[in-house]
């Protein structure tokens, strides 16, 4: 769809083609729970690595190691989301969820900044209710000890 530009605004409210070619983007590039699951897990593992010896990375592509550190862990909580985000009744991919919020909230400082945990729980939760399933916070992490 081709608009002009009319004194700096566009001549109509349909979107443009950059627009376009992003939605059709995003469709084809849907991924399922499985491949976001792996996604989340691969970008916290380099988030990891990069921050324990962040000045081996120092340079690349023009930002430091802990720059690189954060991206990865960007990364990571979009997958996360993009997780959360469709519902489910499975218990597989709901057992997935509860994995990626456990570990988001095990980070430190991760639920100051951002607020990826606090989206991947109600999106937890709310599977939770369409499965039957009744989640409850444990005090302590669940282990041969409980």
Do not use: C
Not at 16 to 41: T, V
Not at 84 to 110: G, M
């Amino acid at each position: 769809m081709k608009t002009k530009d009319v004194g700096g605004r566009r001549d109509d409210a349909g979107p443009q083609d950059d627009e376009l070619a992003l939605y059709a983007r995003a469709y084809r590039g849907a991924l399922s729970a499985d491949e976001l699951f792996e996604r989340f897990e691969a970008y916290a593992a380099h988030a990891r690595l990069i921050e324990q010896a962040p000045e081996r990375f120092d340079g690349e592509l023009g930002l430091s190691g802990r720059q690189l550190a954060e991206g990865a862990r960007m990364a990571a909580r979009r997958m996360a989301i993009l997780l959360a985000e469709a519902p489910t009744a499975l218990w597989e991919v709901l057992a997935l969820k509860v994995h990626v919020f456990e570990a988001l909230i095990q980070l430190r400082d991760e639920v100051a900044r951002s607020n990826a945990a606090i989206m991947v729980e109600a999106g937890m939760k709310a599977d939770g209710e369409r499965a039957g399933v009744v989640l409850i916070p444990l005090d302590a992490p669940f282990g041969p000890t409980q």
